[in-house]
């Protein structure tokens, strides 16, 4: 037979008996919408806390540094060219170079390396009359979009002469000047306007030496719930040549190594994987990833707990799929005995059988993601209102979804009735597959 | 050989029975009820198996086909026309006539081409849209003759094709299968009814699943008729 005769046929039988295969669909209706309903829960919970933990950080992001390897023979020792080591001191067991960095491109899934650089030295941010204080980072790379930062105001991109500054640092602001019982003053408007930085060391007498830039701001970022809500962004080579100025003596990359790179990964999933590698090299890497996976763990089995109740109302329905089909072989038991006269070898007959079996599972299973779905974004309408409401009351940004449901979800819930649907008719089917062609004839 | 197994006891529908009917013959078979002549239809048109013996047609051994090819052998060969038309309720009379012709793989645009000529044949291309509820007798089994010929049998068994028909449609129907004989192929025909042995060439008379001559046959039903 050819397939599209054979679903024509099946669709043809199915709707012979509408009612019976309606009455009989429901149960599967219920089934999947459950399933679709309640894995759409546990996954929206699972997101919901993950946007909570948003702020640990951006979770394709491993920090790298360089490891410190412990003294008195307690950590194996790993040599790194030659050089003696000064005993009793911790030496870093390796260096984040150049090489170093290339070896870590290296590694498959890898999207980029970026080394950063704290500023080491003390830094005093001025705007008109007021002053602040804020985390300045070098970053070896032209945009900060390559740490999947984004811009709220101007843009990303770094370049000499101008700084980009995370969202929190203009309320980081006061005047010093301010006299008791006045109102301070809001947070400046910093876009295209130009800050001053003062850096400052101290010489071997104690004399306090500045030094004074001046540099405007090209984009202010998003808030990131993160460090780099704290921070300002400058090209790395100026914190280097500040950092120069600030020790006396000129830092060379390639001997001394970055004091901390950024690793992105291409997929969160791979992030753990690609840490446990970087560790193995002999460096320190940290993920906020590793801390989520526990949670995302638990929320897992929850998937899996919620899917099975919902697969416990569908086992119900296959019953009533196999009830139907049984009955439905019994009185088409001549019609069978026909097929086979006319030359329907057994598979022909299992097949439709089996067909119309999948056939009332998919249908139901369409229904059943479709309800499933409706009511997904009904309960979403409802919750987020009063989820919004009690983060209000709460502080904290209100949830964005409380049922969530991903694509793979209704197409997974469309082939497991399907599958389910097959799997009832299967007994049914092999009966009718398997009967003898005069007796199915005789009966009455 | 067909034998029964019914509890402790066993029926023998057809024993001994050694029978040649040869290609292009109009056969009749005839014989009280019970005498085992549609259990010898069914055997013939491979629908049931036989307990001993062997069948063959045209060279290939029914006994020794398994499932597959013994469904093919009802598809390719054989053309099945029952006592009690067993058409599909819910399908047209083209529907009923083309449905054979989709295990075979036909496509649906030649399936109802095929389909409507053989309803012209059979006379009822004014017919090809009704359902089997909206035919009368005569005419359902002119459905079930069409559609026993869609895949062109060379062999057509008829199961007392006439017994639910009144005599004229009976006899239309009868004419249909004199005709079928007439292209050429095998025709065997089951029926009670004398009338419709003229158009036979061979005749076979079955008593309790044994053939017999015509004289033994007679004879037979002559002491029937005095018991009762
Ligand atoms: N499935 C069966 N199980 C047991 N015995 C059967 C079965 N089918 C037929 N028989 C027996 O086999 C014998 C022959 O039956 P068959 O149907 O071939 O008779 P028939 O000649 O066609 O009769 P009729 O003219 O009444 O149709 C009968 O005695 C019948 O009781
Ligand atoms: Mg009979």
Known sequence: MKPLDLVRLIFGNLSRRKARVALTAIGVVIGTSAVVILVSLAIGLQRNANEQLYGIGDLTQIQVSPAYEMTEGMVVSVSVGGGVKDPGQPQPARLLTNSALDELRAIPGVESVIPREYLMTGVLIKYQKLEGGVGVIGVESDDLASLGLEAIEGGTELGRGVVVIGAMVPNNFYDPRIRPGQEPPPPPQLLGQQIQFIVSKYDEQGNEIRKNLSLRVTGVLKETRGESDWTVYFPLDQIKSLNEWSQGRRVNYNKEGYSQVVVKVQDVNQVLDISDQITQMGFQAFTPQSFVQGINNFYVILQFIFGGVGAIALLVAAIGIANTMAMSILERTREIGLMKAVGATNRDVLAIFLGEAAGIGFIGGLGGVIIGWLAGQGINVIALVYLANQAGQQGGPPPSVAVYTPIWLPLFALIFSTIIGMISGLYPALRAATMIPVLALKYE | ?228
């Open chain 2, 1 to 228: 050989m067909k034998h029964y197994q019914m509890g402790g006891s066993i029926v023998r529908a057809l024993d001994g029975l050694d029978l040649d009917i040869d290609a292009h013959t109009f056969t009749v078979v005839m014989g009280p009820s019970g005498s085992g002549k549609s259990t010898l239809l069914y055997l013939l048109g491979g629908l049931d198996r036989a307990t001993a013996g062997e069948i063959s047609i045209d060279g290939a051994r029914l006994d020794e086909m398994d499932e597959n090819a013994l469904a093919l052998f009802r598809r390719r060969t054989v053309g099945f026309v029952f006592q009690s038309f067993n058409l599909i309720p819910s399908m047209s009379a083209l529907e009923n006539v083309a449905f054979p012709m989709q295990f075979a793989g036909i496509t649906s645009v030649q399936r109802n081409h095929q389909a409507r000529n053989l309803l012209g044949q059979v006379g009822l291309s004014d017919r090809t849209d009704h359902r089997p509820t909206e035919l009368s007798g005569g005419q359902q089994q002119r459905v079930a003759i069409a559609r026993a010929l869609v895949n062109n049998p060379s062999l057509i068994l008829a199961d007392e094709p006439t017994g639910n028909l009144d005599t004229s449609s009976g006899a239309a129907v009868m004419q249909l299968l004199s005709d079928l004989h007439n292209s050429g192929r095998t025709v065997l025909v089951v029926t009670h009814d004398p009338r419709m042995t003229r158009f036979a060439t061979h005749k076979i008379y079955l008593l309790d699943g044994r053939s017999v001559s015509e004289t033994e046959y007679q004879s037979a039903a002559l002491e029937s008729a005095q018991v009762s």
